[in-house]
């Protein structure tokens, strides 16, 4: 079992940084897959970007270049800094965990809403 608690999140103005953070417990981050997902108002969720139990990370196209994940192994934390956000990154943020080696997602911490003004 991992439980996932996620912090951070807010009001921004476009072009501002944001920073949210997955607080992880029950397995270590290097047996696990971390992701953000996102889910803008009236549309479907969406990969954000990941890091894998190596330390990979891969982000969707539309974040590449702003986001950053990262992973603090002593805190079992991992983050995603938001720089340049824009309005369309409005969204509720989710953290999401997966033994290494399996394809879904079975454990997802609280969402933390983004909302970024023009």
């Known amino acids: 079992q991992v439980q996932l608690v996620a912090s951070g999140g807010g009001l921004v103005q476009a072009g501002d940084s944001l920073r949210v953070s997955c607080a992880a417990s029950?397995?270590?981050?290097?047996?696990?897959?971390m992701s953000w997902f996102r889910q803008a108002p009236g549309k479907e969720r969406e990969y954000v970007a990941g890091?894998?139990?190596?330390?990979?990370?891969d982000y969707t196209d539309s974040v590449k270049g702003r986001f950053t994940i990262s992973r603090d192994n002593a805190k079992n934390t991992v983050y995603l800094q938001k720089n340049n956000l824009m309005t369309e990154d409005t969204a509720v943020y989710y953290c999401?965990?997966?033994?290494?080696?399996?394809?879904?997602?079975?454990?997802w911490g609280q969402g933390r809403q983004v909302t970024v003004l023009s």
């Open positions: 999401a965990a997966r033994p290494r080696d399996m394809r879904s997602y079975d454990y």
């Open positions: 029950g397995r270590t981050l290097d047996s696990i897959d």
């Open positions: 890091i894998k139990w190596n330390g990979s990370t």
